[in-house]
C-alpha cells in the first residue's frame, strides 16, 4: 500500500467523479443523482486517495440515530488488490458505529459480506426494458408540486426505516428528466413514486404504495417520462403483485442484488414497496 494513501471525506466535484466509477460497473446511476445524496447526510461520502489522487470511495449515508446505509464501494480498477478496498471499508463502517447498516449487495460479493456481520433479508431483482404497455388502474395518480411535499414525506416515513426529510426534498423535486407523481384516494396519499434518468434509460424508485392498483396509476403517469426509452424498477422478490406489473408491461429480469443488514434488521412493509429507492442509499 502506498504510503500517501488516506482515506478523507469526499470533496466537492469528487461524488460525481464516483457516480462514473459507478455508471462504468454498470450500476447505471441517475445523471443528476449527487445533488440529493449530498443532502441526505454530507458527512456519509468518503474516497481513498494517493496523494490528491482518489482511488476508491464508500458511502456510509446515516438516516436518524439508528439507522444508516452503505454504498459506492468501489476501487478503481487500476487500484485493486493491494488492500485499499479494505482500508475504506473500515473507515466508513466506523462512521456508523451503533446503528444497524443496510446494503445492497452484488452477487460477487455477498459472501465477503456475510463474512463482515451482514445477514440476508431479502433478494431484490431489478425489471427492465422498454414498457409494451401501461398499467390499468382505478385511480389516477397526478405530479407532486415541490410546494407539497410534507405529505409524502409523512408517508415515506411509515415505509423507509428512518424519515429522511431533506434527502426527499431534493430527490423529489421535479427538474429536466426527473419527475415524482402522487396518488391519492379520498385525500389521503396511497401512495408515490419518481422516475429519473439515468445513464441508460430511466429508473422509477421510490415506488411505494398502499396496493396494486396504486402502483399502477403511478407508473402510468410517470412511464410517459421515458418517452420510448427502457425503464428499470428494483423490486424486493416478496412482492409479488409489483413483479406481476413489472411482467405486465414486458419487463425482464436484467439484475439481482441481496439486501443485508448488520445488526437488527428494520420492519420494512414489503407489500408497500413497489421499487426500491435506490440501491446506492436505500
Same mark, same amino acid.
Given at each position: 500500500?502506498?504510503?500517501?494513501?488516506?482515506?478523507?471525506?469526499?470533496?466537492?466535484?469528487?461524488?460525481?467523479?464516483?457516480?462514473?466509477?459507478?455508471? =462504468?460497473?454498470?450500476?447505471?446511476?441517475?445523471?443528476?443523482?449527487?445533488?440529493? #445524496?449530498?443532502?441526505?447526510?454530507?458527512?456519509?461520502? #468518503?474516497?481513498?486517495?494517493?496523494?490528491?489522487?482518489?482511488?476508491?470511495?464508500?458511502?456510509?449515508?446515516?438516516?436518524?440515530?439508528? #439507522?444508516?446505509?452503505?454504498?459506492?464501494? @468501489?476501487?478503481?480498477?487500476? #487500484?485493486?488488490?493491494?488492500? !485499499? &478496498?479494505?482500508?475504506?471499508?473500515?473507515?466508513? @463502517?466506523?462512521? *456508523?458505529?451503533?446503528?444497524?447498516?443496510?446494503?445492497?449487495?452484488?452477487?460477487?460479493? =455477498?459472501?465477503? $459480506?456475510?463474512?463482515?456481520?451482514?445477514?440476508?433479508? $431479502?433478494?431484490?431483482?431489478? $425489471?427492465?426494458?422498454?414498457?409494451? *404497455?401501461?398499467?390499468?388502474?382505478?385511480?389516477?395518480?397526478?405530479?407532486?408540486?415541490?410546494?407539497?411535499?410534507?405529505?409524502?414525506?409523512? $408517508?415515506?416515513?411509515?415505509?423507509?426505516?428512518?424519515?429522511?426529510?431533506?434527502f426527499l426534498a431534493a430527490?423529489?423535486?421535479?427538474?429536466?428528466?426527473?419527475?415524482?407523481?402522487?396518488?391519492?384516494?379520498?385525500?389521503? /396519499?396511497?401512495? !408515490?413514486?419518481?422516475?429519473r434518468r439515468c445513464y441508460? &434509460?430511466?429508473? /422509477?424508485?421510490?415506488?411505494?404504495?398502499?396496493?396494486?392498483?396504486?402502483?399502477?396509476?403511478?407508473?402510468?403517469?410517470? /412511464?410517459?417520462?421515458?418517452?420510448?426509452? =427502457?425503464i428499470f424498477v428494483d /423490486?424486493?422478490?416478496?412482492?409479488?403483485?409489483?413483479?406481476?406489473?413489472?411482467?405486465?408491461?414486458?419487463? =425482464?429480469?436484467?439484475?439481482?442484488?441481496?439486501?443485508?443488514?448488520?445488526?437488527?434488521?428494520?420492519? @420494512?412493509?414489503?407489500?408497500?414497496?413497489?421499487?426500491?429507492?435506490?440501491?446506492?442509499?436505500?
Amino acid at each position: 500500500m502506498n504510503s500517501e494513501f488516506a482515506v478523507r471525506s469526499m470533496r466537492p466535484g469528487e461524488l460525481e467523479l464516483v457516480l462514473e466509477w459507478a455508471r =462504468q460497473e454498470g450500476w447505471n446511476p441517475g445523471l443528476d443523482d449527487s445533488l440529493a #445524496f449530498l443532502e441526505a447526510d454530507p458527512s456519509g461520502f #468518503f474516497v481513498g486517495s494517493i496523494g490528491e489522487v482518489p482511488v476508491g470511495s464508500i458511502s456510509v449515508v446515516k438516516y436518524g440515530d439508528s #439507522f444508516a446505509f452503505l454504498g459506492l464501494y @468501489i476501487v478503481h480498477p487500476d #487500484f485493486r488488490g493491494k488492500g !485499499y &478496498g479494505k482500508a475504506i471499508w473500515k473507515t466508513g @463502517i466506523a462512521t *456508523a458505529e451503533g446503528r444497524t447498516i443496510g446494503l445492497d449487495g452484488v452477487t460477487a460479493q =455477498q459472501e465477503n $459480506y456475510r463474512r463482515a456481520g451482514f445477514k440476508p433479508a $431479502y433478494a431484490t431483482v431489478r $425489471y427492465g426494458g422498454v414498457a409494451s *404497455a401501461l398499467p390499468a388502474s382505478t385511480l389516477v395518480a397526478h405530479p407532486v408540486l415541490d410546494s407539497r411535499l410534507e405529505g409524502l414525506q409523512r $408517508y415515506d416515513s411509515a415505509i423507509f426505516p428512518q424519515p429522511r426529510e431533506a434527502f426527499l426534498a431534493a430527490w423529489c423535486t421535479s427538474r429536466k428528466g426527473r419527475r415524482t407523481a402522487v396518488v391519492r384516494k379520498s385525500h389521503k /396519499i396511497r401512495g !408515490y413514486g419518481t422516475i429519473r434518468r439515468c445513464y441508460e &434509460g430511466y429508473k /422509477i424508485g421510490p415506488l411505494f404504495a398502499n396496493d396494486a392498483d396504486s402502483a399502477a396509476a403511478l407508473l402510468a403517469e410517470l /412511464i410517459p417520462e421515458a418517452k420510448g426509452a =427502457q425503464i428499470f424498477v428494483d /423490486i424486493p422478490v416478496e412482492n409479488r403483485e409489483a413483479i406481476a406489473l413489472a411482467e405486465g408491461m414486458g419487463l =425482464q429480469p436484467v439484475f439481482e442484488t441481496l439486501r443485508m443488514y448488520r445488526g437488527p434488521a428494520p420492519a @420494512i412493509p414489503l407489500k408497500h414497496v413497489f421499487g426500491v429507492t435506490t440501491l446506492e442509499l436505500g
